[in-house]
């Protein structure tokens, strides 16, 4: 008695399958599936149409087959579940047709081994047989169909409603798709965007972006950057981005996908977080941290370039006797009138701060001569002894200074610091304006440097 084409399946199924897996192998989103999710799908449908096989079927329902139309039955077939999930993992049409394409091939190549001379029912079986695997087709490209749809919708919804604006551009950088909140942000209808580039745009930012665009296209990698702009919509001033490349079925870049993100309230945040962290909070100079990090960054500055970097150690004279007559209130404010003068005592490039209480410090940045020094050391005694108005009242201080330079009293931050600071002592002590770092007995220091 002849085998029939259903049996053999059945019984043939795992010689069958190792077939079909090879090929499967050979797909690139098969690639990366183990066996139970490559062989699930191509089992459940074989065995499928081998009871399909075994069924009576009037010839109206054969007729039906022979077009692709099954009869619902309320769940769905191996070959529908097939299709959503192919969808949902990346394969393409072409790709899934493939598969089927393939379990045919090797459900065919088997059974004509086994059945060189087919005849009569066997026939029959083989045209049955044919019939279901297109029938299969239908199904699972209908269901792959309607997948496809329905994420084609939800994504739309998501790229109208998401805050962020996220944009396409092509091998050209010129914009293909464009979000509301892309037209939003920029200040222009989509229309005016779509088929423009950055640059024709205008935005300042815009080649460095290309720039990155290039390198995302051609190492099919992505890129985070970060960019500051005010755009004229008024939204936000400092962004991040990601480019992103869009693939096609064959691995080839045909796109790239950007998003950009406001961050300008984070970084604000951050800014003030930082700010707080580095200057002094009544004054707002910078603190000792920063101070001595601007000192070590300029030393190394001036080593490279064989310059000189000048230091100023100042302590107010008669502070502590307004904070004591009149208040810590009015004592505060004494201390910020001092800041705000010795500013304005030095070029932008300088750097004041106060290291605490009544002791302040400045670097003068490229000092070469001390007479250089000498006039803005005079001009900071002037400032600081003409009368300060406080709570309606006119209070003078004076201010002892003591100078180092490096490298001839030092060479790091916190030894021409020590030495700014006993070159003042030294200038209370004598009862001078000013005092440079000379004496012999405290060139120890530079030792220690």
Avoid at 97 to 105: G, Q
Wanted: charged fraction near 30%; aromatic fraction near 8%; glycine fraction near 6%.
């Amino acid at each position: 008695m002849s085998i029939r084409l259903a049996e053999f399946i059945r019984t043939e199924i795992e010689p069958i399958l190792r077939d079909w897996e090879e090929f499967a192998k050979t797909i690139f989103h098969a690639r990366h599936m183990d066996k139970t999710g490559l062989r699930d799908h191509a089992r459940d449908m074989l065995l499928e149409i081998a009871d399909d096989l075994d069924s009576n079927q009037t010839e109206s329902e054969q007729a039906d087959k022979s077009r692709g139309c099954r009869p619902k039955h309320g769940e769905e077939s191996s070959a529908e579940i097939h299709g959503g999930d192919r969808q949902s993992s990346g394969f393409s049409v072409i790709e899934t047709v493939s598969e089927f394409r393939a379990l045919r091939a090797s459900v065919i190549q088997h059974w004509t081994t086994t059945c060189p001379t087919a005849a009569g029912e066997q026939l029959e079986d083989l045209t049955r047989f044919h019939e279901a695997i297109d029938q299969a087709v239908a199904e699972s490209l209908e269901q792959y169909a309607a997948v496809k749809e329905m994420e084609t919708r939800l994504f739309g919804s998501v790229l109208v409603a998401s805050p962020d604006p996220i944009f396409v551009l092509d091998l050209e950088g010129t914009f293909t798709y464009a979000n509301k909140a892309t037209a939003d942000l920029f200040a222009l209808e989509s229309s005016k965007i779509i088929g423009k580039s950055l640059v024709d745009l205008g935005f300042s930012f815009a080649p460095g972006i290309q720039h990155n665009l290039e390198q995302v296209l051609s190492e099919q990698c992505t890129y985070r950057g970060s960019l500051v702009h005010k755009f004229a919509s008024g939204h936000g001033e400092r962004f991040e981005y990601l480019l992103a490349p869009v693939l096609d079925e064959n691995r080839e870049t045909e796109a790239a996908v950007c998003i950009i993100r406001d961050v300008t309230e984070r970084a604000l945040a951050e800014e003030r977080i930082w700010h707080t962290a580095h200057h002094d909070l009544l004054t707002g100079l910078p603190n000792r941290r920063l101070f001595l990090d601007r000192l070590e960054q300029e030393l190394k500055h001036a080593k490279r370039s064989g310059q000189s970097v000048c230091l100023f150690f100042l302590d107010l004279d008669g502070f502590k006797e307004v904070n004591d007559s009149l208040g810590h209130e009015a004592g505060d404010r004494l201390l910020a009138d001092v800041a705000e003068r010795l500013t304005d005592c030095v070029r932008d490039e300088d750097t004041v701060a106060r290291l605490g209480g009544d002791e302040f410090t400045v670097m003068l940045t490229g000092a070469k001569q001390a007479k250089d020094v000498e006039v803005v050391a005079r001009t900071i005694i002037d400032m600081l002894t003409m009368p300060f108005q406080i709570e309606q009242r006119s209070l003078q201080i004076s201010v002892s200074i003591g100078i180092s330079f490096y490298p001839r009293d030092a060479s790091s931050p916190a030894a021409l610091l020590v030495a700014a600071d006993k070159a003042m002592y030294k200038a209370k002590e004598s009862d001078s304006d000013w005092v440079f770092f000379e004496d012999t007995a405290d060139n120890r220091i530079r030792s220690q440097a």
